[in-house]
């Protein structure tokens, strides 16, 4: 069995992270701490903090980070060449607002030291405010009860608001509660520890963020006033400029002393007071964050003043109230109800408020990998965003989804200017970037991946489809259109084979895979590449029909010749998707069937991922997958293939895909369900699921996999609810898993919201805001009203054995040229790859 599969049904400590169908709840203190770090982050699109405890330690590491706000740094290649990335990008972490120490009896509050009565850290997603409530016994034998709270706002995006109440609950002491804001880029804390909590060894994982020797953060002025304090900083390659600053309320049964001020890379506010039995001191913190790429700070300090200034006059229940609100109609967007499955149930719901995290506010910023829960890839975007995110904020939050698009579109001139650096026509979206500029210093597995011109491409596309919204196709998607597509023209090539046929084959690309790179014909590259060019040439046209002035200016700004429309629809027309007659199944890339299989199943489970255990010249070697790469294809352009081929296509490269990326799982999950393996899909999924509130790949302590919690909405939708969208029109053919009693979930479309209820003998719609809609259920067309509509259903789809799918296709079988697929076991570190001698090929051990 597959690795990916062998997750159990509730992976979670529930002792320590009980099941709460609405809430993310902690128990008890000091488990995991990189884990509840970022499990108990909280953000807005614009600001995160990760969650760190009030009192600032003990920590795996601090972060507080902010939407592009990054440093920038020279990439140094040992052997440079024409074309590399020059210019690295890092996300860098602003100063912490989080602290608030509290010190009893001059006693300091550290978790890992206390001894607490009772103890309770929780997040309910329709609050977003992550609040904590225990119970201190001092030293001195003193009970006090300590509640904090802090919430990122999502209705006004610089703001965070914070609080700590102390109340004693028996005897007197002296109490202080020091409130900090503390530049933690460049100045360790008490105990040595930065944002990454020590200093980072050479860097051997690409996933880790980089460290830096320089001053990053640049001081530009420090202010203080009775009430509020302000910091101001430049960052010192990348130019950007931020302003922190903070204001204090503090509240007593006594009398208090509060002292404020400020130096280059701290402020401080102190409050202090003698309580007695029931008396209480509160001290309420509310934070503003901005930010530029050049603004000077003194303009970025009038706007933290008025930001500061709103929440004077309002009060903190106010936007408590706004935050609930937002999240209200979040949730009636966007929740998928999973009756009876309350440890499923709690996962997914967290996976979602996840996303909400990552892209509510991001505001025409990108979405980076890890949203803005912790550093971990170095705050970059990828192409996940497009493939895995965006369809979900497409059908859920339409908003939120231009808002992640037009990000793309304001990159369209420097990837314009990446294109003529790699000799190409047209606009090349860089793999991994922050300001635009391609920061992958490993081309084979990062610049080659031109595939995401298509992906960003797929998902412009699917938002016009699905959201009907032509004003931004004319003016933003039929630029970000043509321009990949003109990439894909220029890049491939024309081959002619005798018979008078020809075929376009594009060469030299890596695809999602990682462990297959710089090949000919990668089959996904090739299939999204035809739909972008298809897509761009019904663009072009439909603006040069429905608006001949908009369209002469594109013309004449892209300098377009209407010859190119006939070449886009030829190359699509003409794409090679190279395909083995023997096996019957799309080839991963032109040679794929020509490597030895990788023996998965015998691999010791400590050396994965393999990428970092084995040199990549070993792992290119093999028939051995980082990620479902064909799999994907055939998710996103199901349209274009039968079912017989998605099978054979599934059953063949499952085997071999060793899940080391957490974006497999979940389109596994999903095509696992459509071709028929049920078990595996609802296995699949699991794993998708539980991948960072169990951490099951071991690094969530780096930040959540946004991507992958934005393909469990797709399993869960896609998956088992059976949705497609083809060229706008929505299908829907379920499978249900069989322990499921039923599955909801709403959809927005073209401004119609209807809710879908899946049964295991029906499935229902109904329309809940806008106008009725057509949907169709197995080939079968249905009107969505608001009196609702259900349509029978005989079955859940067919149901497969999972046995298949144990062992490579193939293997030990003979290929055309007599030679056999084989596989070796990686053996110890001293001799890791041990080949048998034989000389016939009948003597060969195979393995599998």
């Known amino acids: 069995m597959n690795r990916q599969r062998n997750v159990p049904t509730d992976p979670v400590d529930r002792v320590h992270l009980p099941v709460d169908e609405w809430r993310l709840v902690e128990s008890r203190p000091n488990g995991d701490l990189g884990l509840m770090e970022t499990l108990f982050a909280t953000a807005n699109g614009y600001l995160g903090m990760r969650g760190t405890p009030s009192e600032g330690r003990d920590v795996h590491s601090h972060g507080t980070f902010l939407n592009g706000f990054h440093e920038t740094w020279r990439i140094h290649h040992a052997e440079a060449a024409y074309g590399f990335a020059k210019s690295g990008q890092t996300m860098i972490s602003v100063p912490d607002c989080s ?6 009896d001059d006693e300091p509050l550290l978790l890992s030291m206390a001894d607490l009565d009772t103890y309770e850290r929780w997040i309910d997603f329709r609050e977003g405010v992550m609040r904590r409530e225990l119970i201190w016994r001092t030293p001195a034998g003193k009970r006090v009860k300590v509640t904090t709270d802090r919430m990122v706002s999502f209705t006004q995006r610089h703001l965070a608001l914070l609080s700590m109440q102390v109340t004693m609950l028996d005897g007197s002491a002296p109490v202080a509660i020091s409130s900090q804001l503390i530049n933690r880029q460049d100045i360790a804390d008490d105990y040595g520890k930065g944002i990454d909590g020590g200093p980072i060894a050479t860097k051997d994982d690409p996933r880790q963020t980089t460290s830096f020797e320089h001053r990053v953060l640049e001081p530009q002025q420090d202010w203080h006033s009775q009430r509020r304090m302000l910091l101001g900083y430049k960052v010192a390659d990348s130019g950007m400029t931020l302003a922190v600053g903070a204001d204090h309320t503090v509240e007593s049964d006594v009398e208090v002393e509060e002292l404020l001020d400020t130096m280059p890379d701290l402020g401080r506010h102190v ?22 790429r050049s603004v000077p700070h003194r303009e970025l300090f009038d706007r933290c003043r008025r930001t500061l200034d709103r929440v004077r006059a309002e ?9 609930r609100d937002y999240l209200a109609d979040f949730w009636e967007r966007s929740d998928v109800e999973m009756p009876g499955q309350p440890a499923e149930q709690q996962a997914a719901r967290w996976c979602l408020f996840q996303l909400a995290q990552a892209s509510a506010r991001s505001d025409q910023w990108g979405i980076p990998a890890k949203g803005l829960t912790g550093s971990g890839y170095e705050g970059h975007y990828f192409w996940d965003t497009e493939i895995y995110v965006v369809p979900f904020l497409t059908f859920t939050e339409p908003s939120w989804a231009r808002n992640a698009l037009r990000f793309r579109a304001n990159l369209l001139p420097k990837a314009r200017e990446r294109a003529r650096e790699l000799n190409q026509r047209g606009a090349m979206f860089p793999w991994r970037t922050i300001n635009g500029d391609e920061a992958s210093a490993y081309y084979a597995a990062g610049t080659a991946q031109y595939h995401i011109n298509a992906d960003v491409a797929f998902a412009f596309s699917q938002y016009v489809d699905v959201t009907g919204d032509l004003d931004f196709q004319r003016r933003d998607g039929v630029r970000v259109l043509a321009e990949t597509a003109r990439l894909w023209a220029d890049l491939g090539f024309w081959r002619f084979s005798g018979n008078g046929r020809s075929s376009f084959h594009i060469n030299g690309v890596t695809g999602p895979d990682e462990y297959t790179t710089v090949v000919n014909n ?8 035809r739909h972008n060019l298809r897509r761009a040439a019904r663009a072009v046209r439909e603006l040069r029909a429905a608006d001949p002035e908009a369209y002469q200016v594109l013309a004449a700004e892209i300098e377009f010749d209407e010859m190119e429309l006939e070449q886009w629809d030829a190359c699509a027309d003409g794409m090679h998707v190279p395909k083995d007659e023997t096996f019957g199944i799309h080839l991963q890339e032109d040679r794929f069937l020509e490597r030895e299989v990788w023996d998965i199943a015998n691999t010791p489970a400590d050396s994965f991922p393999l990428l970092l255990h084995y040199h990549p010249l070993v792992i290119y070697r093999f028939q051995v997958l980082k990620q479902a790469d064909v799999v994907l294809a055939l998710f996103l352009r199901g349209a274009e293939f039968t079912p017989e081929e998605k099978r054979a296509d599934f059953e063949y ?4 895909t060793t899940g080391d990326s957490s974006l497999s799982a979940v389109v596994q999950s999903i095509m696992a369900a459509e071709v028929g393996h049920q078990k595996a899909a609802l296995d699949y999924f699991r794993a998708g699921l539980f991948v960072d509130i169990a951490d099951l790949h071991h690094n969530t302590s780096q930040g959540v996999h946004i991507a992958s919690a934005g393909g469990v909405w797709n399993a869960l939708v896609h998956g088992f609810g059976g949705m497609r969208q083809v060229e706008g029109r929505i299908c829907f053919d379920p499978r249900l898993p069989a322990e499921w009693p039923e599955l909801r979930f709403p959809l927005t479309v073209r401004g119609s919201r209807f809710r879908v209820r899946l049964v295991r003998d029906e499935i229902s719609f109904t329309l809940e805001e806008g106008p009725e809609i057509e ?8 009107t969505v009203t608001a009196e609702g509509v259900a349509v029978p259903l ?13 062992t490579p296709v193939g293997l030990g079988d003979q290929r055309a040229d007599g030679s056999i697929v084989t596989s070796y076991v990686p053996q110890d570190p001293e001799d890791p790859w041990h080949y048998p001698v034989a000389t016939d090929p009948d003597d060969i051990i195979e393995t599998g």
Not at 794 to 806: C, E, H, I, S, Y
């Open 522 to 529: 990668n089959m996904f590259t090739n299939v999204m590449a």
């Open 99 to 104: 602290v608030l120490k509290l010190y009893v």
């Open 775 to 782: 949907v169709s259920v197995r080939e079968q067309d249905v």
């Open 653 to 656: 490269y499952d085997p071999i």
């Open 315 to 323: 009060g903190f229940q106010k936007h408590y109230q706004d935050q």
């Open 794 to 806: 005989a079955d859940q789809g067919p149901v497969l054995d999972d046995a298949v799918l144990a």
């Open 271 to 292: 409050s202090r007071a003698e309580l007695g039995p029931g008396d209480t001191l509160t001290v309420r913190k509310a934070v503003a964050y901005h930010s530029s």
